[in-house]
């Protein structure tokens, strides 16, 4: 009978393996590992084809007892199940496992007190390097605001202010180029179905929806707010004064552009012969709904890896080589279309 552990062990390969190969410093390795920039560029690249051709592991266990130092990065996140959020995850624990460290994520419902309460109890009480923490709410900002943490905290939000270039933050600018692009084809009647106002990207992309529009003479025919939901857009389209005119209609997200259109369907409003209906953040499916949707595509992953960068800069006391991420790309489908004749 042969046991699982006959035969020669194999040592895992170590970061003097990967020095010993490239022929420089273990401390060279050791910066490439943990993502520091000041190495030359190929330096980088023969110690990057030595770990990948070793399967060099970090143990992160054993450098945490050697330097006394936390390798986990905490996360506050919500609505995993989200497109959005959960491509913003996957760029950050990518990131942060390029730089060494492990990425502990806790969701939780940013509209429940006890819920964000318990959340963040469970992080002020674990062995973190740092804390990255997904504000989506006015409710998660505050608490914390209020909660007490020994270790870098960095609070990652869609605001509705200017950033420290002088340029609108992300989702903003997004309106702003749908908003362009409508009155390019000839739209100047407007109704906005926004997401719940206590959410800080509703209310940065409803407050932007109003200034793109005054930028251009005119003003907004009416705004209805819900749930970031289908359902949501399709009530809130369901109860639209169409008597008003309205040729354009600027759903808060991809999904609430779906229950959007639906509803003027069984209202018998065609799209985009009769209004042109526009979304934000392209969801894999936008492209597919009926007509396809135009949209506003925003590089969910590049946030999540700038995040964990901003932190990490926290952390090692240093700054971050990028702080903003690029900007959002304006995706037009068959969803919008000239503004109907009068």
Do not use: C
Not at 303 to 310: C, M, N, P, Y
Request: proline share 6%; net charge negative.
């Amino acid at each position: 009978m042969t046991g699982l552990d006959d035969g020669p062990s194999v040592k895992p390969p170590t970061l003097y393996d990967v020095a010993r190969v490239v022929g420089v410093s273990h401390q060279t390795v050791s910066r490439v590992v943990k993502g520091h920039p000041n190495v030359r560029a190929d330096v980088r690249e023969r110690i990057e084809a030595a770990i990948a051709e070793l399967n060099y592991k970090p143990n992160l266990v054993a450098r945490s007892l050697a330097t006394s130092k936390s390798h986990r990065i905490g996360a506050l996140v919500y609505e995993l199940l989200a497109s959005g959020p959960s491509k913003i995850m996957e760029g950050a624990s990518i990131r942060a496992r390029e730089a060494g460290y492990l990425l502990d994520i806790v969701s939780l419902d940013p509209e429940n007190d006890g819920g964000i309460a318990d959340a963040i109890d469970l992080m002020a009480q674990s062995n973190l390097a740092g804390l990255l923490a997904f504000t989506p709410t006015d409710r998660v900002v505050q608490a914390l605001k209020h909660a007490s943490f020994t270790i870098p905290v960095s609070l990652e939000s869609e605001t509705s202010t200017w950033n420290d270039d002088g340029e609108l933050k992300m989702g903003e600018s997004g309106v702003e180029m749908m908003i362009n692009h409508l009155v390019g084809l000839g739209h100047t009647r407007f109704f906005h179905i926004a997401g719940p106002p206590g959410w800080i990207a509703a209310r940065g992309r409803s407050n932007a929806y109003e200034n793109a529009l005054a930028v251009h003479g005119l003003k907004s025919i009416g705004m209805s707010a819900g749930d970031w939901s289908a359902a949501a857009g399709y009530d809130a389209a369901m109860r639209m004064p169409l008597e008003a005119g309205i040729t354009a209609l600027v759903a808060a997200n991809d999904q609430i552009a779906l229950g959007a259109i639906s509803a003027l369907e069984t209202r018998g409003v065609s799209v985009p012969q009769d209004m042109s209906v526009v979304g934000f953040d392209d969801i894999p499916e936008s492209q597919f709904f009926r007509p396809p949707l135009t949209t506003v595509r925003f590089d969910f992953a590049d946030q999540g890896r700038i995040a964990v960068d901003r932190l990490l800069a926290r952390i090692d006391g240093t700054t971050p080589a990028v702080t903003t991420t690029g900007p959002p790309a304006l995706v037009v489908r068959s969803s919008s279309g000239p503004a109907p004749a009068k």
